[in-house]
């Protein structure tokens, strides 16, 4: 079974930037997607990006689309996800998942890292 530690959340200034790190250990196949998702306080988790690990396709939340960037390290077992121009509604904590479907309801999941984002 894979699992996922995410690093690199933080507190930060509206309009700044921030690149968090999702590490993978067992393997991970062909078949699997890493995505990230994100839950803020009294809120549903929300899905902001997923990426295909072989063929690299890449799906984004509406939210977050042109400003966030998903992008994975086959040779670090790593996935990232870039966050620029960030807003205070970027607010929540960020989680890795990793699955064959992008309904991710089979999968592992990490313990999350919260992004703070102050205005």
């Known amino acids: 079974q894979v699992q996922l530690r995410e690093s690199g959340g933080g507190l930060v200034q509206a309009g700044d930037s921030l690149r968090l790190s999702c590490a993978a250990s067992g393997r991970i196949y062909s078949s699997h997607i890493l995505g990230w998702f994100r839950q803020a306080p009294g809120k549903e988790r929300e899905f902001v990006a997923a990426?295909?690990?072989?063929?690299?396709?890449?799906y984004y939340g509406d939210s977050v689309k042109g400003r966030f960037t998903i992008t994975r390290d086959k040779a670090e077992n790593t996935v990232y996800l870039q966050m620029n121009d960030l807003k205070p509604e970027d607010t929540a904590v960020y989680y890795c998942a990793v699955d064959i479907s992008l309904d991710f309801d089979r999968g592992s999941w990490g313990q999350g890292t919260q992004v703070t984002v102050s205005s």
């Open positions: 990426i295909r690990w072989i063929r690299g396709s890449t």
